[in-house]
C-alpha cells in the first residue's frame, strides 16, 4: 500500500499518458433516513457534514427520482456520502456475498485512536468487533444505521513493511489466482 509520499507513475497506452487518480473524491451509499445518517457521522464519528444536495432529478440520467444527498468530510478532504431517496428505503445487501466483505475503511493515526472511537461507538449502543490485528493495521468494525460495514483503523506497518508488501503485491495475486481458478 503506497501511502501519500510514494510517487505515482502514469503509464502510457495507446491514447497517450493515463492521467493520475490523486485521491478519493467521495464514496457514494444509500441511507434510509437522512437525519439519522447525519447524526451518526456527524455527531457520533465526528465527520462534518460540509455539502448537501436536494434535487427531483439525477442530474447524470435525467431520472426523476427526488434525493438528498449528503457530504460528510473526512481531515484529508475525502468524503462519504449517502443518498436518502425519500422513499424509507436501504441498501439491500446481495444474499450471495458475506455481510463482512463490503465495507468501508476510516483511517485514524494511533491505535489509541482506535479505541477512543471504540468507547464512543459502544456507548452510543453500537456492537463492535475488535480490535483485529491484520499485521499491517488494527481495526474495529461495526454497522453504521444502513447497514453498511465500517472500520476504523490505523497503520501499524513500517514504511519499510509496507514497500515490502508492494514489493510482493502482483506476485502474492499471481499465486492466489493460481490457487483459485474460477470454474
Known amino acids: 500500500m503506497p501511502d501519500d509520499t510514494t510517487p505515482l507513475t502514469a503509464t502510457s497506452n495507446d491514447t497517450g499518458v493515463i492521467p493520475t487518480?490523486?485521491?478519493?473524491?467521495?464514496?457514494?451509499?444509500?441511507?434510509?433516513?437522512?437525519?439519522?445518517?447525519?447524526?451518526?457521522?456527524?455527531?457520533?464519528?465526528?465527520?462534518?457534514?460540509?455539502?448537501?444536495?436536494?434535487?427531483?432529478?439525477?442530474?447524470?440520467?435525467g431520472e426523476n427520482d427526488p434525493y438528498m444527498h449528503l457530504f460528510f468530510r473526512?481531515?484529508?478532504?475525502?468524503?462519504?456520502?449517502?443518498?436518502?431517496?425519500?422513499?424509507?428505503?436501504?441498501?439491500?445487501?446481495?444474499?450471495?456475498?458475506?455481510?463482512?466483505?463490503?465495507?468501508?475503511?476510516?483511517?485514524?493515526?494511533?491505535?489509541?485512536?482506535v479505541m477512543v472511537m471504540k468507547d464512543r461507538l459502544v456507548a452510543e449502543g453500537i456492537k463492535v468487533i475488535g480490535p483485529t490485528d491484520h499485521g499491517f493495521i488494527q481495526s474495529i468494525y461495526f454497522f453504521d444505521p444502513n447497514n453498511l460495514r465500517l472500520e476504523i483503523t490505523c497503520n501499524t506497518a513500517t514504511p519499510e513493511e509496507t514497500q515490502k508488501y508492494a514489493d510482493q503485491a502482483h506476485e502474492h495475486l499471481k499465486q492466489w489466482l493460481a490457487d483459485h481458478p474460477k470454474s
Not at 481531515?75 to 456475498?97: M, R
Open 21 to 61: 487518480i490523486t485521491g478519493l473524491n467521495h464514496f457514494a451509499w444509500r441511507c434510509r433516513d437522512a437525519e439519522e445518517t447525519r447524526h451518526f457521522y456527524e455527531d457520533i464519528l465526528g465527520l462534518p457534514l460540509v455539502h448537501t444536495i436536494a434535487l427531483d432529478f439525477v442530474p447524470s440520467t
Open 74 to 113: 473526512m481531515k484529508n478532504g475525502s468524503c462519504i456520502a449517502f443518498f436518502d431517496l425519500a422513499d424509507g428505503g436501504q441498501y439491500t445487501p446481495d444474499p450471495g456475498t458475506p455481510l463482512w466483505v463490503n465495507h468501508f475503511a476510516f483511517e485514524v493515526d494511533t491505535l489509541d485512536e
